[in-house]
């Protein structure tokens, strides 16, 4: 396994789209995923990483960060979400 973590930007799709790309890369062998949302979709990721947790065995949520990033012209602030999943064994 490759030393960085595998991410999935979340954006308009349905939620299941995601969980799929989720699956995928726990199933390709990586322990960890990122789930990483802007703006109106950061609601989205957080029903993704539930969905993760009810549906894939052994998946929980490590970590959770948030902060804002500086997007457009002019710049305006976005908020901004990442949530980390691990398998565990």
């Known amino acids: 396994m490759s030393s960085e973590i595998p991410t999935v930007l979340v954006g308009k799709k ?3 789209a995601y969980l799929i790309a989720v699956a995928y890369q726990f199933n390709s062998g ?8 802007r703006g109106r979709a950061i609601s989205r990721a957080v029903t993704v990483a539930e ?3 009810r549906t894939l065995p052994n998946v929980e949520v490590e970590k959770i960060e948030i902060g804002t990033e ?3 012209d002019p710049p ?14």
């Open 30 to 37: 990586s322990d960890k995923v990122r789930l990483r949302a």
């Open 70 to 72: 500086m997007v457009g």
């Open 76 to 89: 305006r602030p976005v908020s901004t979400m990442e949530i980390l999943l691990v398998k565990r064994a």
């Open 51 to 53: 969905m993760a947790k």
């Open 14 to 16: 349905p939620p299941t």
